[in-house]
């Protein structure tokens, strides 16, 4: 895990780079590389590639980055881990391929050589790459298909730009003016929304996607491997066999993805709840590994009470005999670090408290690397929204007919639903018909008519224009016949890849760790897949039985609670519709946080 940057001043009217420049944006990023940090400048003046180092794999300065071939025509820079990476490399030196260092950052290089960007389909793992062709002058950039890793770029004025965080990339000449569609979708989402930022002049790089800047400038980015696809290729060729071959063959694809993220030259603790997830991986790395760290992020004020995970997740860890840490944190804890963790978010978001409080505690433990639950709920299909969606786009089409009278029934029903509930539902005969726009109506934290309310009128009107939500989330579910993997679908590309994945990234590496993601693996998501298409009532219950038989019974049979955080406890005052209004006044406030430093 680093902090990768750099630019490529592709048009000559374009000042040569500025080495001092590619320094500020990567030094930016120290947290993210507390290890070492490293520069490659071309020749010619018009290339300079930046690094911060994370050593987790070949802890030897031959791991250092930017890496470059033996032959000196590629260089690259990596933030991420590539866990097939052995595999890889026994083929490259099979067909004569020689190796100096043991990284997984070297394997890129030679199946750049051999491949070109088609190596991206081999690789398993979270990654945002940049490579350079010294004889092509062309510059590759690619990232992982979840969107695990993020990777920003800015073009103008000649010159393309990159970089691991939005807030890095402000310390280079880019265009900070604001961006409707940055600015409404967090006020839609509670995050923004890819492939937008607040800032006109920077992007995110789709996730499963590449794109290549060479001397005519920037490409189109290229779709390698798109999860919407691989959901609606298992939607129309189920798997075929029993219930109980499909659970098996899930359970076999959970361990080896969780054995495959446990690769590492430091050692990998794990993020433990009391939920299903975060357990079955415990349990999976602890029979595997060969030590066992996990550690327990608890809240006095949940103490003694149904949201208190601590005593089942500690009797989880002494089942397991894992070296286990507990750390109990309050409102004035929160209170403590709350301007650290403003600083340190990358973009505006509602969430990541959580992950921001168990990766100091990792930190505490002297971690690197941890392995979290993220992505269970999306692939196992545990979260309300698996029933609530089908069942409110089902009614929508039901009501089609009166579809005309929706924007006046919501006018009329807002003002009273916001009193005592989220004033959202007043949109129910507009933003139901279809699976995209039920889901809008289900996550949105503001509905689109709200927007005005908390942006100038124009700002939210340009924005909503562009964002072209129920379009897009249309797009995501189209031609996915599988309820279940639709919503899948829906929670992987949008919530999750927007909010959750990203506030992994910013909480975990302003504390220096690397958050590993197991349910998140494209093997896993194939196998099993395509036996939810066959079987979609399987539950992660009946797979945790299968793949960790030695869980308490306790922890298999405990209902789906989230991971509960009572951040809206600790800013707002309790009365009708204190969840709706504490998350929204949180966004408020860190929305005026960032809009404040634009």
């Known amino acids: 895990m680093c902090g990768i940057n750099g630019v490529f001043a592709y048009d000559n009217s374009a000042p040569a780079v500025d080495r001092e420049m590619v320094r500020r944006v990567r030094d930016h990023m120290a947290a993210r590389g507390p290890d070492g940090k490293g520069e490659w400048f071309s020749p010619n003046g018009r290339v300079g590639l930046g690094h911060r180092r994370l050593a987790i794999i070949d802890l030897s300065e031959r791991g250092a980055q930017p890496m470059v071939s033996a032959d000196g025509r590629y260089v690259v820079v990596c933030n991420g881990e590539i866990y097939n990476y052995r595999e890889l490399r026994r083929e490259l030196e099979s067909r004569g391929r020689v190796f100096v260092t043991q990284s997984d950052t070297e394997v890129l290089l030679h199946l750049y050589a051999e491949s070109g960007a088609a190596m991206l389909r081999s690789l398993r793992g979270m990654y945002a790459i940049a490579l350079w062709d010294t004889e092509k002058n062309e510059l590759l950039l690619a990232r992982d298909p979840f969107g695990i890793k993020p990777l920003y770029y ?8 990159f970089a691991s965080q939005v807030k890095a990339l402000l310390h280079a000449p880019v265009d900070t003016s604001p961006d409707p569609a940055g600015h409404a979708g967090f006020y839609l989402w509670g995050s ?4 937008w930022t607040l800032y006109r002049g920077i992007r995110a790089l789709p996730a499963g996607h590449s794109l290549v800047v060479d001397a005519g400038g920037m490409g189109e980015p290229i779709a390698f491997c798109r999860i919407s696809d691989l959901l609606m290729k298992a939607a129309r060729d189920p798997a075929s066999g029993n219930r109980e071959s499909a659970i098996n063959a899930i359970a076999a694809s959970i361990q080896a993805s969780v054995i495959a993220h446990q690769i590492a030259d430091v050692p990998v603790g794990v993020f433990l709840s009391a939920g299903i997830d975060s357990c079955l991986i415990a349990a999976t790395a602890a029979t595997h590994g060969a030590h066992s760290y996990t550690l327990t992020l608890g809240f006095k004020e949940f103490a003694g009470t149904d949201d208190d995970e601590v005593p089942l997740a500690e009797e989880v860890a002494r089942m397991l005999g894992s070296w286990h840490s507990t750390l109990m944190t309050s409102r004035q804890d929160f209170e403590d670090e709350r301007e650290k963790l403003l600083l340190a978010m990358d973009q505006p978001s509602i969430d990541g408290v959580n992950t921001w409080f168990v990766a100091r505690a990792a930190r505490q433990m002297d971690l690197k690397a941890a392995l979290s639950g993220l992505g269970g709920d999306e692939l196992f299909a545990s979260y309300p929204s698996f029933l609530q969606v089908p069942r409110l786009a089902q009614r929508g089409r039901s009501l089609r007919g ?30 139901s018909g279809s699976l995209g726009s039920a889901y809008l109506l289900r996550r949105c934290l503001y509905a689109p008519w709200e927007l005005s309310s908390v942006l100038d009128r124009d700002l939210a009107e340009a924005g909503w224009r562009q964002l072209q939500c129920v379009h897009q989330l249309d797009d995501t579910v189209r031609g996915i016949d599988s309820d279940r993997l639709a919503v899948s679908a829906l929670e992987m590309n949008w919530y999750m890849r927007n909010q959750l994945l990203r506030d992994a990234d910013w909480a975990g590496m302003a504390q220096s760790i690397e958050i590993r993601v197991p349910y998140l693996d494209v093997d896993l998501l194939l196998e099993s897949a395509s036996w939810f298409a066959a079987y979609p009532d399987i539950r992660k219950a009946e797979l945790a039985a299968v793949t960790a038989p030695r869980l308490p019974a306790a922890v298999l049979a405990r209902p789906k609670t989230g991971f509960s955080v009572p951040v809206r406890d600790w800013i707002t005052p309790a009365g009708p519709g204190k969840h709706a209004r504490g998350l929204r006044g949180w966004a408020q406030f860190v929305h005026g946080r960032f809009a404040g430093s634009a």
């Open 154 to 161: 800015a073009d103008g004025k000649g010159a393309f730009r």
């Open 402 to 431: 009166l579809r005309r009278a929706g924007p006046l029934l919501r006018r009329f029903s807002s003002p009273m639903l916001s009193r005592v509930t989220s004033p959202k539902y007043a949109g129910l005969l507009e933003y």
């Open 192 to 195: 923004v929304p890819e492939p």
